[in-house]
């Protein structure tokens, strides 16, 4: 099951304007908050009286809070890893370390009597894990995140974050990544490029980036990085379909009435014998084989276009094809639509025999 979550940061804005965010967040299904207790520079107990009313409020609707933390802050706040009653007292679900240990204190800190989460960095391709895992943890409690680049071109490599996702995936641990809300303002830094995980995703529309992870398999909870996302890109993403990926698409206009209930009402999967050029969905060619197809819009193939083929490609006629790379048309296969250029790259994580849908693209407010 994936969890969706928002990031919030009270020492870059107000306690109250943390609050609304948090409430409405909830309202469409959001479950995890992140937010980081990276320092506590000012009136300590001030701070501290602050993050506990953000993570009450938070806990009253339903959401789980994870405080990122780094060993400094252990250090000046006097808290020892055999200790963790401070963020019990906070109400916190879990915390994140910034900077690990050595293994064993990760290992002894899963054991915490209060079920604390303990949520380790993901987006370094180290032993890091497979150490902490030879000292035998409570994986129940043990949680994976990636880290978020505020920095343009500093994000996560595409080939990488999958080496590292794997990784943690092959020991059954929970797994986080964070998207980027192209409305939202700031994040914990002063660096306001966006905020992501994978480099690839920073101009992407927050529902292109939530897509793609959910389609990718190896990230269970996907949560917005910076700074206040509207709630209409919140109402989006809970609106993704989370079982089967969904892709935008825009028809031509003059489709007509089967090809475009072929395309909107029809699920479809890609054929196990795969073809680099076109992604095959076959079963409108047996559902419709007594059909006549005619010709009506056959231009020279983009990579991204939807296509149907005429009866003049014979028992071809009726299928489904989005193309993967350009091509030039026969005459006999009609472009009956285009998928949204933002979600095209998401053609390349589409698997032999996986299953897909499309859907009518709307104006999309999170770009």
Not at 14 to 30: P, S, V
Not at 199 to 220: C, P, S, W, Y
Not at 339 to 355: A, M, V
Request: charge should be negative; charged fraction near 25%.
């Amino acid at each position: 099951m994936h969890r969706l979550g928002i990031s919030v940061y009270p020492n870059h804005s107000k306690l109250k304007d943390n609050i609304e965010y948090i409430k409405m967040a909830a309202k469409y299904g959001f479950s995890r908050v992140f937010t980081c207790l990276l320092s506590v520079n000012g009136d300590k107990e001030e701070i501290i009286k602050e993050f506990k009313e953000i993570i009450s409020v938070a806990n009253k609707n339903n959401m789980k809070v994870i405080a990122d933390v780094s060993p400094k802050i252990f250090s000046e706040l006097n808290i020892s890893y055999k200790d963790l009653s401070f963020f019990h007292e906070l109400g916190a679900y879990g915390v994140r370390l910034d900077l690990g240990f050595t293994g064993n204190e990760e290992s002894l800190m899963t054991f915490n009597p209060y079920g604390l989460k303990i949520e380790i960095n993901m987006s370094n391709d180290t032993s890091y894990l497979d150490n902490i895992i030879k000292y035998k943890p409570n994986t129940e409690n043990l949680l994976g995140c990636h880290n978020f680049y505020p920095h343009r071109y500093s994000g996560l490599e595409y080939n990488h974050f999958i080496k590292c996702c794997k990784n943690f995936k092959k020991y059954g641990i929970t797994t986080a990544a964070f998207v980027n809300s192209p409305t939202a303002t700031f994040g914990p830094w002063p660096v306001k490029e966006g905020l992501c995980t994978l480099e690839m995703h920073r101009t992407k529309t927050l529902k292109a980036q939530v897509k793609h992870l959910l389609n990718l398999g190896f990230i269970d909870d996907i949560i917005i990085a910076n700074a206040f996302a509207s709630e209409d890109e919140l109402r989006i993403m809970n609106d993704i379909n989370k079982s089967m990926i969904e892709l935008d698409v825009e028809l031509v206009d003059d489709i007509p009435d089967l090809e475009r209930k072929i395309v909107i009402d029809e699920n479809h999967f890609n054929r196990g014998d795969i073809s680099e050029y076109m992604i095959r969905s076959t079963q409108s060619r047996v559902k419709y084989r007594n059909h006549t197809f005619e010709p009506f819009n056959t231009p020279d193939i983009k990579r991204g276009d939807v296509l149907i083929d005429t009866s003049l490609y014979g028992h071809y006629a009726g299928e489904l094809q989005i193309a993967l790379k350009d091509m030039e048309n026969s005459g006999k296969t009609n472009v009956v639509g285009r998928i949204d250029e933002d979600e095209i790259f998401l053609l390349d994580s589409i698997e032999p025999w996986q299953k897909f849908c499309f859907k009518l693209k709307q104006a999309d407010v999170s770009k």
